[in-house]
């Protein structure tokens, strides 16, 4: 479970979210990515060669802020550690992709995999260490 059991419901039900990182210079950079769940851990899929990918590698401390898509807005924060998953990631990449088009059956083009290593795409983990928000909010 991450969180209490309201944060990690709202977790599980919720797919956007913001990611912040730290630059070299300790400044914040931030996100919006598309995430999904696996046990207890986080993932979303960028490029190597982003802002985000780059940062964690050096940096593996990271926020990511799940949100409401409408209102009141709740929000469940997840601070952790990353780490930036770049074999075996085609099987990940359809998980996202099925819960993004809300279908389970969705299958991938035959080239997907091809796709994937065309753009350079990677799969961030977030391991929670504390977690904040309100998931509620105004409900």
Known sequence: MIGTPEQDAFLT???Y?????????GSPASSVVFYARKG???????TADRLKARTLRRDPRIVLTALDEGPPFGYVAVEGSARV????????HVELNRAFRRD?????????????AAEGRVIV?????RVSGLPQRGR
Do not use: C, G, M, N
């Open 17 to 25: 979210a913001v990611v912040t990182t730290l630059r070299a210079d």
């Open 125 to 129: 983990w977030v391991s929670p260490k």
């Open 85 to 92: 998953q770049e074999d075996d990631i085609v099987d990940l």
């Open 104 to 116: 389970p059956a969705w299958q991938p083009p035959a080239d997907f995999a091809q796709r994937l």
């Open 40 to 46: 207890d851990e986080l993932y979303f899929s960028t």
């Open 13 to 15: 039900s919720h797919r």
